[in-house]
């Protein structure tokens, strides 16, 4: 194809999976309480192991680098019996209005606990005591560091008022969900984090030297129009374009894509991607309900023209937006601001010609 850079082939070779979800939540747990000096600081779920100390940089490897120590550092922990103990403590604890015993909650993804426990006390304005040796782990053999950093999942950490820990405790034995309370909150905006098995404090630092402000990243780009010939449509049949368009898969039938998954989990899916007698998925948008004996609930459709950024970045951007707007019109939603936009642009980044237009 014709590009700023002259002539140039054009390929996915790493493509993702666009994930996402809708839910909806009481008014009052919208935002987060505030943190008292004191509060309990919690680790539910399961046991650390081993596993995902690579983070992010692991999977943005490049295919082919991986090797066995690699594949260890990237790997996540796949344990959905852990996952419903802690999401029917959650729902136990949330659906006690304003005697809910959490007062913070953050889940645990790269990094561990070592991202997680910061963010929760510093989004609470407090500073965090840790003793490393409380968190449950499965490998007695971990170091400080993995103790701290790996990402195991199906985890979540909490802050607990200390005079509802004994109802937060209930809840924990009634459901079957291990955890752990592994520090306080104090007043003083620093982090420290004991280790009683070698007396002494592998981390104790104030939380702004972790979570300040970070430089901001410049860029220097310019934007570069197209160079090249025209496109030529001399021996292009009919036949062929029609053909080749039908291999796209925006285009093509999605079948293969929509079969391999359960359409219909908790029993509140009232439009899935399968229309019809014939069952062809041609649904403009998704639509659950909010219960079972509920008329209300979500709608979700989606955009996409990535082959179009190919010629033109902002012509890809409204149409991906203008498609997602006319597919979700198939259902009444009323006011068009009550529509949550998501969106995620994705470049060649560094490539000449190419942060410009993003």
């Known amino acids: 194809m014709n590009s700023h850079n002259g002539e140039e082939l054009r390929g996915y070779h790493k493509p993702i999976m666009l994930a996402g979800g809708i839910g909806n939540i009481r008014a009052d747990h919208v935002q987060k ?11 539910l779920g399961g046991p650390a192991m081993n596993i995902g100390l690579g983070g992010g940089a692991a999977s943005s490897m490049a295919s082919g680098q991986s090797d066995a120590d690699l594949d260890f550092a990237s790997v996540q922990r796949d344990n959905p019996e852990m996952e419903r103990r802690c999401q029917e403590v959650i729902d136990r604890c949330w659906q006690l209005g304003d005697a809910n015993p959490i007062l913070f909650i953050h889940d645990v993804g790269a990094g561990g606990l070592s991202n997680a426990m910061p963010e929760l006390v510093s989004d609470g304005g407090r500073g965090g005591k840790f003793e490393l040796r409380d968190i449950l782990s499965d ?11 790996n990402e195991s999942q199906e985890r979540y950490v909490l802050a607990v008022a200390a005079d509802q820990l004994p109802l937060f405790d209930e809840l924990c034995k009634r459901e079957r969900a291990p955890y ?6 104090t007043e003083e905006l620093h982090l420290s984090l004991h280790d009683r098995h070698f007396d002494n404090q592998p981390i104790d630092l104030p939380l702004d030297v972790l979570l300040g402000k970070t430089p901001k990243m410049t860029r220097d780009v310019q934007t570069l129009k197209a160079k ?3 496109l030529v449509r001399e021996g292009i049949t009919i036949a062929d374009a029609v053909k080749r368009v039908l291999h796209l898969p925006t285009v093509a039938e999605k079948t293969f894509l929509v079969t391999i998954g359960d359409r219909s989990v908790t029993g ?7 229309v019809g007698p014939w069952q062809v998925p041609v649904a403009n948008c998704a639509v659950t309900t909010a219960s079972l004996d509920s008329y209300y609930g979500e709608a979700m459709a989606i955009g996409e023209r990535a082959p179009v950024a190919l010629l033109d970045f902002a012509a890809s951007a409204r149409l991906a937006v203008g498609e997602a707007l006319t597919n979700i019109a198939a259902t009444q939603i009323g006011d068009i601001k009550r529509i949550k936009l998501s969106a995620n ?14």
């Not at 752990?180 to 909150?185: D, H, L, Q, Y």
């Not at 509140?268 to 399968?274: G, I, L, S, T």
């Not at 642009?345 to 993003?358: F, I, N, R, S, T």
């Open 180 to 185: 752990a309370v592994i520090g306080e909150a």
């Open 33 to 43: 309480g505030e943190i008292n000096v004191g509060a309990k600081l919690v680790v």
């Open 268 to 274: 509140m899916v009232a439009r899935d991607q399968m």
């Open 345 to 358: 642009w994705m470049a060649a980044a560094g490539h000449p010609g190419e942060d410009g237009p993003v």
């Open 228 to 230: 090249g010939d025209a």
């Open 139 to 149: 490998e007695p053999g971990m170091s400080p560091l993995e103790i701290w950093c």
